[in-house]
């Protein structure tokens, strides 16, 4: 019998919170929250104010109005020391040439519970332990920092955001420079920790395929500073994510989950299939030949069925059948 899970805890409440600096106000009227145990994606273009709205609720700097709460307590409640107990930030970045180890950076996250001679008890070395292991460091400890690949790198800041022993860990842009096998990592990583652990992570990130794939929720903020959030897959249904990445030469397939480019302007071909993996790769090659899978009244629009060893191309002329995508994409070049 399957049972019904406990309600999560809301971690993080913002309530028409308003971001920005003195003289330029970046978002308004934002509301939204994240649970414990769960990692969201905060996604958007490029200028819409992501970076803003994490050092908001990191530091309170960029908050304009509004109520943030962090575990049922207003943050600007919380001293800024104590708040360092309540939030880690992983930025995206760290200086190649910084002179730490990989243990010796990690364990930098436990300075906000070091007294003042700032020597390390066997309980912080333990939980600096720790925060290697569930970022698959183990070996690692003694490496120079300047000797790991991206990738490395940036679980090491992880770990080290971890061994801070915060319940919200926010990430800015984790992934760029990264290359696809590290960035699928990462976000393995992620929620791996967060059902382990109850951490929750909140990450700004380009990432819309893996975000849906791999994230509990996403937070999607637009140009104007609105933002909606929810699962990923009620986002999409409600048309939130192509609104977001439907420009001129881009377009949001529903059906792959991922932002395509669009070479020239698409041209409408009616694709009848069952939904089968060779749908999925027929679908790809059309979106890469500048085609989109819509249903018109024009007469003239062409026609694909995809058959058990065949696809039967059908015009408003004629009809014939073609045995491999090379074939068919001969057709529609």
């Known amino acids: 019998m399957i049972q019904r ?11 028409s ?17 994240l649970e414990e145990g769960t990692v969201t994606a905060l996604i958007g273009t490029n200028g819409c104010g992501k970076s803003t709205l994490l050092e908001a609720i990191a530091f309170g700097n960029t908050r304009k109005e509004g109520k943030i709460t962090l575990a049922g307590e207003p943050i600007e409640k919380i001293k800024l020391n104590q708040r360092a107990k309540f939030i880690s930030i992983v930025r995206s970045q760290l200086e190649r040439s910084i002179q730490l180890t990989v243990e010796e950076l990690v364990a930098l996250g436990r300075s906000p ?22 970022c698959k460091l183990k070996g690692y400890e003694k490496r120079m920092i300047s000797t790991l690949s991206d990738g490395e790198r940036q679980r090491a800041l992880i770990a080290m955001a971890l061994a801070q022993e915060t319940p919200l860990v926010l990430l800015d842009e984790p992934t760029s420079h990264l290359d696809l096998s590290f960035r699928i990592e990462l976000f393995l990583l992620l929620r791996e920790i967060a059902q382990k652990s109850q951490r929750t992570f909140l990450l700004a990130t380009h990432e819309i395929s893996l975000a ?48 395509e480019l669009l070479q020239r302007k698409p041209r409408a071909i009616n694709l009848i299939g069952d939904g089968s993996e060779k749908e999925l790769w027929t679908r790809r090659l059309l979106t890469r030949l500048g085609y989109i899978a819509q249903k018109t009244s024009d007469p003239e629009q062409y026609t694909i069925e995809i058959l058990p060893n ?10 014939f059948e073609v045995k491999t995508l090379s074939e068919l994409q001969a057709i529609l070049r």
């Open 5 to 15: 899970n406990q309600t999560k805890i809301d971690l993080l409440v913002l309530e």
């Open 17 to 33: 919170l308003s971001t920005g600096y003195p003289h330029h106000t970046v978002s308004q009227n934002l509301s939204a929250r």
């Open 113 to 134: 519970y070091l007294n003042t001679l700032g020597k390390l008890s066997s309980r912080d070395r333990d939980i600096v332990r720790k925060s290697l292991l569930d």
């Open 212 to 259: 849906m794939q791999w994230c509990d929720a996403l937070w999607i903020l637009d140009q104007e500073g609105n933002l909606s959030t929810g699962l990923p897959e009620e986002l999409a249904l409600q048309g939130k994510i192509a609104t977001l990445f439907e420009k001129e030469d881009f377009h949001f397939d529903p059906y792959t989950g991922q932002v």
């Open 310 to 319: 065949s696809w039967h191309f059908i015009t408003s002329q004629s009809s």
